[in-house]
C-alpha cells in the first residue's frame, strides 16, 4: 500500500514542472530569419564589411538574437511577479493628541 502512495506522490511532483515548462514555451523564443539576417549583416559592417565570415557572423547574429529573446522573456516574467508594495502610511494624529496630554 505505501508503493501506490508513493508513485502517486512522484506523479504529482513531476506534473507541476511540465506545467511550468509549457508555459515557458508558449512565447516566440526564437527569432526571425529576416531579424537574424539584419543582425548579421551589422555585425559584417561592424568588422570592416570583409568577406569570408558570412557564417559566422550568421551564428553570432542568432545567438545575440536568442539571447535577448531570452532576457526579455525572464524581464517580462518577473515584471509580472512583482507587485508595487503599497506604501506605508503613518498616522501622526494620535502621538500629538497624546503629546497635548501630558503639557
Request: hydrophobic share 30%; net charge neutral; proline share 7%.
Amino acid at each position: 500500500m505505501a508503493a501506490k502512495n508513493k508513485g502517486k506522490v512522484d506523479l504529482e511532483l513531476h506534473a507541476i514542472p511540465l506545467q511550468h515548462q509549457a508555459d515557458e514555451t508558449s512565447t516566440p523564443q526564437i527569432p526571425g530569419h529576416e531579424e537574424i539576417r539584419r543582425r548579421a549583416y551589422e555585425i559584417y559592417l561592424e568588422r570592416g564589411g570583409l568577406p569570408g565570415d558570412e557564417l559566422d557572423d550568421w551564428h553570432r547574429a542568432e545567438r545575440e538574437l536568442q539571447k535577448l529573446a531570452l532576457f526579455t522573456r525572464d524581464w517580462n516574467r518577473v515584471q509580472q511577479r512583482v507587485a508595487p508594495t503599497p506604501r506605508a502610511e503613518i498616522d501622526i494624529r494620535p502621538m500629538q493628541a497624546k503629546e497635548r496630554g501630558n503639557q
